[in-house]
């Protein structure tokens, strides 16, 4: 029984969880299919950890509060991805409860675990439950729970332990995706073998090097001679291709020019973005975002002070070698046709023709599944529009060539598919545009390709500067859209926020 932890020995519990997870690596990497599956997460909070240990190590004593800063300070220098951010996050609320005090009493234990995950959440734009971030809320909270009871720091951080291993259990419950490929959350792992390495200091216990991995990740959910998690997704499912991480060195001179208030900035980075971290002290901001555009998230941060230790990734590059691994490895096909064949067809597809990025999204925005890059002066060919309707995957295809000269070729295209596709012969974008409007995924293909004909006839057009016609076309179909979002997603008013 022990009823405190000193500094040294709370030096030691971080180097071993740090340790603990090194062991593990590559198995929380096979686990790594949220939120983007890259297979980085267990190399990303090894990193992180790793540099909060370098620290530690530099400042061994007996006051565990300042032990506890260091570790956080230096999580923070070297968090990398989304797992190593939130993780340093969790240890930089766990430090801010502990402040002052030399030694750690069960109940301060519970609540360094509980401030953790306040300040973690805090930090996320979006918190998602199924992840790190519910693994270790649960845990905190019955640690709590446990402390109230009992005033042995042993036996509380025995059922931290047991608890985070059954949040882990429960991940795939909460988080589709892991469902669907088969693993429990690979954050939320790591953070049970970091917790492993904590236990086994404070039991005088010594983990194996080569442990083996327990019946959550192993016997149940993934078995790693066979495949990586990774090859049940698709490249082309990552929206935003880059992991941009960039750290600020606060300057006084541009915080004048630019008042800093993280809120602001964290939602002003979520309009280019996901999966997005803004954390700061008096003189550092960390970001963490998956964004298009890696530059304009350097321009903006570059706002407050000198960017230091800046990291992009390609994400898509990192997928595609993954499934080039599994497959040179296990002999496996991880094809993007094996993916897309394992995806129940939806009930409507809609396919489009429209020029430049914008008409392009306003056509998404309304629900077309599929927008071929086309209009009057490039005409998809037949294969291009079969190609698109293979592309949308489902048994009923609605076709929109919002142009004449694409008409017959749509109308080829929809003769040989397998599926049941119409067309609807829309010859500008504001007929398309009208047409989609005028969808309701409550009816039959034939009543929609009805209702949408008629809608053509109602739009007359003319020559204006694109600009402008995007912009009157949202401003006269605004009420429309809203209307069609609650019909197409089946949402009640209440639901909507605005």
């Excluded at 519910?134 to 402390?147: C, F, G």
């Excluded at 996901?274 to 964004?291: F, Q, R, T, Y």
């Amino acid at each position: 029984m022990a009823k405190q932890i000193e500094g040294k020995q709370l030096a030691y519990m971080f180097i071993e969880g740090a340790a603990n997870l090194s062991r593990h690596v590559k198995v929380v990497d096979a686990l790594n299919v949220f939120p983007v599956p890259d297979g980085d997460t267990g190399t990303n909070m090894n990193l992180s950890i790793t540099s909060g240990v370098k620290e530690v190590k530099l400042a061994i004593q007996d006051d565990s509060s300042k032990v506890a800063a260091s570790f956080a300070k230096g999580l923070l220098m070297g968090a990398r991805g989304n797992s190593g951010v939130i993780l340093s996050q969790l240890f930089r609320g766990f430090s801010k409860h502990v402040e002052g005090k030399a030694q750690i009493s069960a109940t301060d234990l519970a609540q360094a675990f509980e401030s953790g995950v306040q300040t973690a959440y805090k930090a996320v734009m979006k918190p998602v439950e199924g992840t790190i971030l519910t693994v270790a809320k649960d845990a905190a909270k019955h640690s709590m729970k446990i402390a109230k009871k009992h005033d042995d720091v042993i036996y509380v951080m025995e059922e931290t332990l047991k608890e985070a291993k059954e949040s882990l259990k429960r991940t795939p419950d909460l988080l589709p995706v892991l469902k669907e490929v088969g693993v429990v959350d690979s954050g939320g792992q790591g953070l049970v073998y970091i917790y492993e390495g904590f236990l086994a200091v404070l039991k005088g216990e010594e983990l194996s090097d080569v442990s083996p991995v327990d019946e959550v990740s192993m016997d149940n959910l993934v078995k790693m001679e066979h495949h990586n998690a990774q090859s049940h997704m698709a490249t082309e499912d990552i929206e935003f291709g880059f992991c941009t991480e960039v750290m600020v060195r606060i300057e006084d001179d541009k915080i004048r020019k630019h008042p800093y208030v993280e809120s602001d900035f964290r939602e002003e980075l979520s309009q280019i973005g996901d999966s997005l971290l803004v954390v700061s002290d008096d003189d550092l901001i960390k970001v963490h975002i998956h964004a298009e555009q890696p530059g304009e998230v350097l321009t903006k941060a570059q706002r407050y002070g000198e960017l230091i230790n800046i990291k992009i990734e390609n994400m898509r590059e990192q997928h595609t070698h993954l499934l080039d691994e599994t497959k040179e490895a296990y002999g496996q096909n991880t094809s993007q046709d094996v993916v897309s064949k394992k995806k129940e067809k939806s009930e409507f597809g809609i396919v489009t023709v429209a020029m430049g990025d914008g008409i392009a999204n306003l056509f998404k925005g309304l629900g077309a599944g599929v927008v071929i890059e086309g209009g009057q002066t490039m005409n998809p060919s037949t294969e291009d529009i079969v190609n698109a309707i293979e592309e949308v995957h489902a048994e009923k295809v609605i076709i929109l060539p919002n142009n004449g000269n694409i008409i017959m070729a749509a109308e080829q295209a929809a003769e040989v598919v397998g599926e049941k596709a119409i067309v609807v012969p829309s010859k500008t974008v504001p007929q398309g545009l009208a047409a989609l409007l005028s969808f309701n995924p409550t009816q039959g293909l034939e009543v929609n390709g009805g209702m949408m004909k008629d809608a053509l006839s109602t739009v007359k057009s003319g020559k204006l500067p694109m600009p402008y016609v995007t912009q009157i076309l949202m401003e006269l179909t605004l009420k429309k859209t809203i209307l069609w979002v609650l019909l197409r997603r089946k949402l009640s008013a209440q639901d909507l926020t605005f």
